[in-house]
């Protein structure tokens, strides 16, 4: 599976984007689809993930509200909805992907292709 990551950008905070994963190679069905984001100096972090076939969302309370995930199964592409976004949110944020739908799916070991990552900047 060869995923490509795309809509990242700078954006004001309270601003929103959007961005793209588009997934190639193979069906994404029993799948987990997953976002993590990396500021510099710290360590990658899960922000959300969804199961391709049962549609099934994983979140962490601290962006639930403001972060949603969902999919095109006809364009194979699964998308991040960033709302009200802080300075806080900046990092480059990666797409994942693993072919268990048992991971644990906040583990980024657990996910066996990434995307190249596309760079958000919020500005106060």
């Known amino acids: 599976v060869q995923l490509q990551a795309s809509g990242g950008g700078l954006v004001q905070a309270g601003g929103s984007l959007r961005l793209s994963c588009a997934a190639s190679?193979?069906?994404?069905?029993?799948?987990?689809l997953g976002w993590f984001r990396q500021a510099p100096g710290k360590e990658r972090e899960f922000v959300t993930a969804i199961n391709w076939s049962t549609l099934s969302r994983y979140f962490i309370d601290s962006m639930k509200g403001r972060f949603t995930i969902s999919r095109d199964n006809a364009k194979n592409t699964v998308y991040l909805q960033m709302n009200s976004l802080k300075p806080e949110d900046t990092a480059v944020y990666y797409c994942?992907?693993?072919?268990?739908?048992?991971?644990?799916?906040?583990?980024?070991?657990?996910?066996?292709?990434w995307g190249q990552g596309t760079q958000v900047t919020v500005s106060s």
């Open positions: 994942a992907a693993s072919g268990n739908v048992h991971i644990i799916v906040d583990n980024a070991r657990a996910y066996d292709y």
């Open positions: 190679g193979r069906s994404l069905s029993n799948y987990i």
